[in-house]
């Protein structure tokens, strides 16, 4: 994608590492991509590297719409803590404060099932044999042809996986 191209950036946000995606709107043309954050360990420092990241895309893209996926607003058992919710819920926020200031567009926070259903990605909840991060990635896997990076877990219960 060039300069020229009108193309939507989306954004998943983390403390650790942020994901962007662009997608042409006139085309099947897309970039993905990722902004490691977990080595700098205070969120100024995350946040200027977040605003690197948005100035090159906005330098090198023409982007007309800004989505950024939602914050937790619920504790999901086992994984999730006031601390980190409030920790998450803040991050998203000065990054999205990030977002609208590199652009001049105002980012629309959307919920991620909502962001499914809008591109149809349908799958069985009451199957526990995987996690929903992994039925999301092979019905991703099976609509666009992608050459995804993989990375071997060195700790936890999936270790080696």
């Known amino acids: 994608m060039d300069k020229s191209t009108p193309c939507v950036l989306g954004l998943?946000?983390?403390?650790?590492?942020?994901?962007?995606s662009l997608l042409a709107l006139e085309s099947?043309?897309?970039?993905?991509?990722?902004?490691?954050?977990?080595?700098?360990?205070?969120?100024?420092?995350?946040?200027?590297?977040?605003?690197?990241?948005?100035q090159n895309l906005t330098h090198d893209h023409n982007i007309c719409a800004v989505f950024v996926e939602q914050d937790l607003r619920r504790f999901t058992r086992g994984?999730?803590?006031?601390?980190?919710?409030?920790?998450?819920?803040?991050?998203?926020?000065?990054?999205?404060?990030i977002a609208?200031?590199?652009?001049?567009?105002?980012?629309?926070?959307?919920n991620v099932n909502e962001a499914r259903k809008s591109v149809g990605i349908k799958y069985d909840r009451k199957d526990k044999t995987k996690t929903t991060k992994e039925k999301?990635?092979?019905?991703?896997?099976?609509?666009?042809?992608?050459?995804?990076?993989?990375?071997i877990l060195k700790s936890g219960p999936r270790k080696g996986l």
């Open 136 to 151: 999301v990635f092979e019905i991703v896997q099976q609509k666009i042809n992608y050459d995804w990076s993989t990375k």
């Open 79 to 97: 994984l999730s803590s006031a601390q980190t919710i409030a920790t998450l819920a803040r991050f998203n926020g000065v990054t999205c404060q």
């Open 28 to 54: 099947e043309d897309f970039s993905l991509g990722y902004l490691p954050l977990a080595s700098s360990k205070d969120p100024y420092s995350k946040a200027g590297k977040v605003r690197e990241l948005l």
């Open 12 to 20: 998943d946000v983390s403390t650790s590492i942020t994901g962007w």
């Open 100 to 110: 609208f200031e590199e652009t001049g567009i105002k980012p629309v926070l959307i």
